[in-house]
């Protein structure tokens, strides 16, 4: 692999990583007030959540960047705290942290809703307050829904373009991550032909994320069964 590759493969797992990181929190919170409370407004905001998975990248992106830019209401505020967003590494992140949410929410979601509810009754009962039962009780059993959400988070924020693109631009050793190389590439002469290594890099690590979160499955359901 070239230099410029190789930065692009590194890149792309820093981007995949730092928004799976980014977004957990706030998909355990989504996920379990879905999971377990009936509210007004309840399918509005799964609606909001989910609008990421029909929304084409472009107009994700596109909302983003009028969120995130300099004279936007969040980018504005973010700016005045010398933090830029657009155009940026961090953009990057946002971008891939927005598109796979709505995976990770679902992932999780499912799986506090297969934990039995009297088990967070019980640890109430003898004294553990919301949080320290979601925390110690919950989300334990529910670590697969948590772990395959966090791959699938992953594996769609190293194949990230549409919103990455639109929110973080396409710069050279700083936002240009394997989709972005691979386009730039099929944009020059010969460029397919030299992109394959870059291809086969995508293919392999999506794969490998596929087979970590078998063998993670594999493990506890030998576990549990001792």
């Known amino acids: 692999m070239t230099a410029d590759e190789r930065l692009a493969a590194g890149l792309s797992l820093q981007v995949a990583s730092a928004a799976v990181a980014l977004s957990l929190p706030f998909a355990v919170v989504f996920a379990y007030v879905l999971a377990r409370f009936e509210f007004r407004g309840r399918t509005v905001v799964q609606g909001l959540i989910d609008l990421p998975l029909v929304l084409p990248p472009v107009v994700t992106g596109y909302l983003l960047l009028l969120f995130f830019s300099p004279a936007g209401p969040v980018g504005g505020a973010l700016a005045t705290l010398g933090v830029d967003v657009a155009f940026t590494w961090l953009g990057a992140v946002v971008a891939a ?27 109430r009962s003898l ?52 989709p972005l190389a691979i386009y730039a590439l099929g ?22 994320a596929l087979i970590l979160g078998e063998a993670l499955e594999k493990r506890w359901s030998r576990r549990d069964e001792h």
């Open 187 to 208: 944009q020059r002469v010969g460029g397919f032909q030299r992109s394959w290594r870059l291809v086969l890099l995508s293919v392999l690590l999506s794969v490998a």
């Open 97 to 123: 942290a927005v598109v796979g949410f709505p995976l990770m929410v679902r992932a999780i979601r499912g799986a506090i809703q297969s934990v039995d509810i009297r088990h967070e009754l019980m640890a």
């Open 127 to 178: 004294g553990a307050g919301r949080l320290s039962a979601l925390w110690y009780v919950t989300l334990p059993l529910a670590r697969r829904g948590v772990v395959a959400g966090c791959l699938l988070a992953f594996a769609r924020g190293m194949g990230e373009f549409g919103a990455t693109i639109m929110l973080a631009g396409d710069i050279p050793g700083e936002t240009r991550t394997i």
